[in-house]
Protein backbone atom coordinates (compact mmCIF):
# COMPACT_ATOMS: atom_id res chain seq x y z
CA UNK A 1 0.00 0.00 0.00
CA UNK A 2 1.67 3.16 -1.37
CA UNK A 3 -1.60 5.71 -0.25
CA UNK A 4 -1.58 8.58 1.72
CA UNK A 5 -5.03 8.97 2.86
CA UNK A 6 -6.27 12.38 4.25
CA UNK A 7 -9.65 13.46 5.60
CA UNK A 8 -11.80 15.49 5.24
CA UNK A 9 -11.62 16.42 1.31
CA UNK A 10 -12.89 19.67 1.69
CA UNK A 11 -13.50 21.66 5.17
CA UNK A 12 -15.36 25.25 5.49
CA UNK A 13 -14.77 26.83 8.85
CA UNK A 14 -15.69 29.67 10.50
CA UNK A 15 -12.64 31.88 12.55
CA UNK A 16 -14.42 30.77 16.13
CA UNK A 17 -14.33 26.64 15.25
CA UNK A 18 -11.81 24.20 16.46
CA UNK A 19 -11.48 21.03 13.72
CA UNK A 20 -9.08 18.34 12.52
CA UNK A 21 -7.28 17.34 9.78
CA UNK A 22 -6.34 13.90 9.42
CA UNK A 23 -3.72 11.96 7.74
CA UNK A 24 -2.78 8.07 7.78
CA UNK A 25 -0.59 6.05 5.86
CA UNK A 26 0.71 2.32 6.36
CA UNK A 27 4.06 2.12 4.36
CA UNK A 28 5.57 2.00 7.78
CA UNK A 29 7.23 5.27 7.03
CA UNK A 30 8.51 7.04 9.92
CA UNK A 31 8.59 10.73 9.52
CA UNK A 32 5.52 12.45 8.50
CA UNK A 33 4.84 16.06 7.65
CA UNK A 34 2.15 19.16 6.75
CA UNK A 35 2.46 21.27 4.26
CA UNK A 36 0.27 24.19 3.60
CA UNK A 37 0.05 25.07 0.03
CA UNK A 38 -1.89 28.73 -1.55
CA UNK A 39 -3.00 28.42 -5.01
CA UNK A 40 0.24 28.85 -7.69
CA UNK A 41 2.56 28.15 -5.35
CA UNK A 42 5.16 25.17 -3.51
CA UNK A 43 4.07 23.92 -0.69
CA UNK A 44 5.39 25.67 2.74
CA UNK A 45 6.54 22.95 5.30
CA UNK A 46 4.78 23.53 8.59
CA UNK A 47 5.84 20.46 10.63
CA UNK A 48 7.86 17.46 10.54
CA UNK A 49 7.39 14.60 12.99
CA UNK A 50 10.27 11.64 13.35
CA UNK A 51 9.48 8.86 14.81
CA UNK A 52 6.49 10.31 16.49
CA UNK A 53 8.28 13.14 18.06
CA UNK A 54 7.91 16.43 16.32
CA UNK A 55 11.38 17.60 15.41
CA UNK A 56 10.69 20.31 12.95
CA UNK A 57 8.35 22.99 13.45
CA UNK A 58 8.82 26.30 11.03
CA UNK A 59 7.33 28.74 13.32
CA UNK A 60 3.87 27.80 12.67
CA UNK A 61 1.58 30.08 14.20
CA UNK A 62 -0.08 28.15 17.74
CA UNK A 63 -3.62 28.29 16.12
CA UNK A 64 -2.13 25.31 14.48
CA UNK A 65 -1.31 22.55 16.87
CA UNK A 66 -0.17 19.17 15.14
CA UNK A 67 -0.61 15.73 16.67
CA UNK A 68 1.55 12.24 16.08
CA UNK A 69 -0.65 9.98 18.04
CA UNK A 70 1.03 6.52 16.40
CA UNK A 71 3.09 6.06 13.60
CA UNK A 72 0.60 5.74 10.85
CA UNK A 73 -1.54 8.58 12.11
CA UNK A 74 -0.59 12.68 12.29
CA UNK A 75 -3.50 15.18 13.04
CA UNK A 76 -3.62 19.12 12.53
CA UNK A 77 -5.46 20.78 15.33
CA UNK A 78 -6.69 23.81 13.94
CA UNK A 79 -8.56 26.84 16.30
CA UNK A 80 -9.75 30.31 16.00
CA UNK A 81 -8.01 30.15 12.19
CA UNK A 82 -7.90 33.45 9.91
CA UNK A 83 -9.33 34.05 6.53
CA UNK A 84 -5.66 33.82 5.35
CA UNK A 85 -5.64 30.35 6.29
CA UNK A 86 -7.52 29.42 3.65
CA UNK A 87 -5.20 26.83 1.76
CA UNK A 88 -4.73 23.30 0.40
CA UNK A 89 -3.01 21.76 3.79
CA UNK A 90 -0.85 18.80 2.42
CA UNK A 91 0.00 15.36 4.04
CA UNK A 92 3.06 13.76 3.35
CA UNK A 93 5.25 10.16 4.64
CA UNK A 94 8.80 9.40 3.96
CA UNK A 95 11.50 6.85 5.51
CA UNK A 96 13.32 9.42 8.05
CA UNK A 97 16.65 10.89 6.90
CA UNK A 98 19.37 8.81 7.44
CA UNK A 99 23.26 9.44 6.16
CA UNK A 100 22.14 12.74 5.17
CA UNK A 101 20.17 11.78 2.11
CA UNK A 102 16.69 12.94 2.72
CA UNK A 103 14.12 10.22 0.59
CA UNK A 104 11.75 10.22 -1.41
CA UNK A 105 8.04 11.81 0.42
CA UNK A 106 4.72 10.50 -0.58
CA UNK A 107 1.68 13.09 -0.58
CA UNK A 108 -1.59 12.98 0.40
CA UNK A 109 -4.55 14.11 -2.35
CA UNK A 110 -4.83 16.88 0.46
CA UNK A 111 -7.14 19.16 2.33
CA UNK A 112 -8.92 22.27 0.61
CA UNK A 113 -9.70 24.61 3.94
CA UNK A 114 -11.84 27.22 3.61
CA UNK A 115 -11.65 29.91 6.57
CA UNK A 116 -14.96 32.24 6.89
CA UNK B 1 14.92 32.00 1.35
CA UNK B 2 16.56 28.88 0.23
CA UNK B 3 14.13 28.47 -2.00
CA UNK B 4 14.77 27.11 -6.16
CA UNK B 5 13.72 29.15 -8.36
CA UNK B 6 12.05 27.41 -12.03
CA UNK B 7 11.55 28.47 -14.96
CA UNK B 8 9.68 28.59 -16.85
CA UNK B 9 6.51 29.87 -14.81
CA UNK B 10 4.44 28.35 -17.60
CA UNK B 11 4.92 26.81 -20.34
CA UNK B 12 2.18 25.92 -23.10
CA UNK B 13 3.16 23.03 -26.24
CA UNK B 14 1.13 20.41 -28.44
CA UNK B 15 0.76 16.92 -28.12
CA UNK B 16 3.83 16.01 -29.42
CA UNK B 17 6.77 18.37 -28.54
CA UNK B 18 9.41 18.39 -25.63
CA UNK B 19 9.03 20.05 -22.43
CA UNK B 20 12.32 21.05 -20.74
CA UNK B 21 12.04 22.64 -16.97
CA UNK B 22 15.00 24.23 -15.38
CA UNK B 23 15.29 24.51 -11.71
CA UNK B 24 18.04 26.59 -9.73
CA UNK B 25 18.70 26.24 -6.16
CA UNK B 26 21.30 27.75 -3.53
CA UNK B 27 22.47 25.08 -1.39
CA UNK B 28 24.82 22.19 -1.79
CA UNK B 29 22.60 19.15 -1.95
CA UNK B 30 22.72 15.18 -1.58
CA UNK B 31 20.00 14.84 -3.61
CA UNK B 32 17.58 16.36 -6.35
CA UNK B 33 14.19 15.73 -6.89
CA UNK B 34 11.07 16.49 -9.26
CA UNK B 35 7.23 16.45 -8.21
CA UNK B 36 4.43 16.52 -10.10
CA UNK B 37 0.91 18.15 -8.78
CA UNK B 38 -2.13 18.21 -10.75
CA UNK B 39 -4.62 20.98 -10.29
CA UNK B 40 -5.32 21.14 -6.43
CA UNK B 41 -4.16 17.16 -5.57
CA UNK B 42 -1.47 15.84 -4.17
CA UNK B 43 2.14 15.78 -5.36
CA UNK B 44 2.89 12.75 -7.18
CA UNK B 45 7.48 11.29 -7.02
CA UNK B 46 8.62 11.23 -10.59
CA UNK B 47 12.39 11.45 -10.33
CA UNK B 48 15.39 11.50 -7.61
CA UNK B 49 19.06 12.36 -8.71
CA UNK B 50 21.90 11.88 -6.36
CA UNK B 51 24.32 14.43 -6.59
CA UNK B 52 27.08 12.23 -7.84
CA UNK B 53 25.25 11.76 -10.69
CA UNK B 54 24.81 13.99 -13.94
CA UNK B 55 21.99 12.22 -15.95
CA UNK B 56 19.18 10.18 -15.38
CA UNK B 57 15.86 8.75 -17.48
CA UNK B 58 12.36 7.30 -16.04
CA UNK B 59 10.73 6.36 -19.28
CA UNK B 60 9.60 10.07 -21.25
CA UNK B 61 11.34 11.82 -18.04
CA UNK B 62 15.22 12.98 -18.51
CA UNK B 63 16.60 14.49 -15.68
CA UNK B 64 20.06 16.53 -15.83
CA UNK B 65 22.08 17.69 -12.93
CA UNK B 66 24.66 20.21 -12.66
CA UNK B 67 26.22 20.83 -9.23
CA UNK B 68 29.12 23.33 -9.91
CA UNK B 69 26.41 25.35 -11.68
CA UNK B 70 23.52 24.41 -8.99
CA UNK B 71 21.19 23.96 -11.60
CA UNK B 72 19.13 20.66 -13.14
CA UNK B 73 16.23 20.47 -15.73
CA UNK B 74 13.03 17.74 -16.23
CA UNK B 75 12.63 16.93 -19.73
CA UNK B 76 9.71 15.42 -21.33
CA UNK B 77 9.72 14.16 -24.14
CA UNK B 78 6.80 13.42 -26.98
CA UNK B 79 4.59 15.24 -24.76
CA UNK B 80 0.39 14.08 -24.25
CA UNK B 81 -2.37 16.17 -22.65
CA UNK B 82 -2.06 13.95 -19.43
CA UNK B 83 1.06 16.08 -18.65
CA UNK B 84 -0.93 19.20 -17.97
CA UNK B 85 0.30 19.74 -14.81
CA UNK B 86 2.93 22.06 -12.05
CA UNK B 87 6.06 20.58 -12.04
CA UNK B 88 8.08 21.22 -8.76
CA UNK B 89 11.94 20.62 -8.06
CA UNK B 90 12.53 19.99 -4.59
CA UNK B 91 16.50 19.82 -2.66
CA UNK B 92 17.31 18.40 0.21
CA UNK B 93 18.28 20.00 3.58
CA UNK B 94 22.11 18.57 4.68
CA UNK B 95 21.19 15.64 7.31
CA UNK B 96 17.23 16.96 7.97
CA UNK B 97 13.71 15.51 6.64
CA UNK B 98 13.29 18.80 5.15
CA UNK B 99 12.89 19.14 1.50
CA UNK B 100 12.89 22.85 -0.17
CA UNK B 101 10.61 23.38 -3.10
CA UNK B 102 11.16 25.36 -5.82
CA UNK B 103 8.86 27.98 -7.75
CA UNK B 104 7.31 25.78 -9.86
CA UNK B 105 6.70 25.44 -13.77
CA UNK B 106 2.45 24.99 -14.81
CA UNK B 107 2.90 22.70 -17.90
CA UNK B 108 -0.05 22.83 -20.38
CA UNK B 109 -0.17 20.61 -23.15
CA UNK B 110 -2.97 20.79 -25.75
CA UNK B 111 -4.39 17.93 -28.03
Known amino acids: DTEVTQTPKHLVMGMTNKKSLKCEQH?????MYWYKQKAKKPPELMFV???????INESVPSRFSPECPNSSLLNLHLHALQPEDSALYLC???????????????FGPGTRLTVL | SQQGEEDPQALSIQEGENATMNCSYK?????LQWYRQNSGRGLVHLIL?????REKHSGRLRVTLDTSKKSSSLLITASRAADTASYFC???????????FGTGTRLQVFP
Open chain 1, 92 to 106: ASSTPTSGGDTDTQY
Open chain 1, 27 to 31: MGHRA
Open chain 1, 49 to 55: YSYEKLS
Open chain 2, 27 to 31: TSINN
Open chain 2, 49 to 53: IRSNE
Open chain 2, 90 to 100: ATDAYNTDKLI
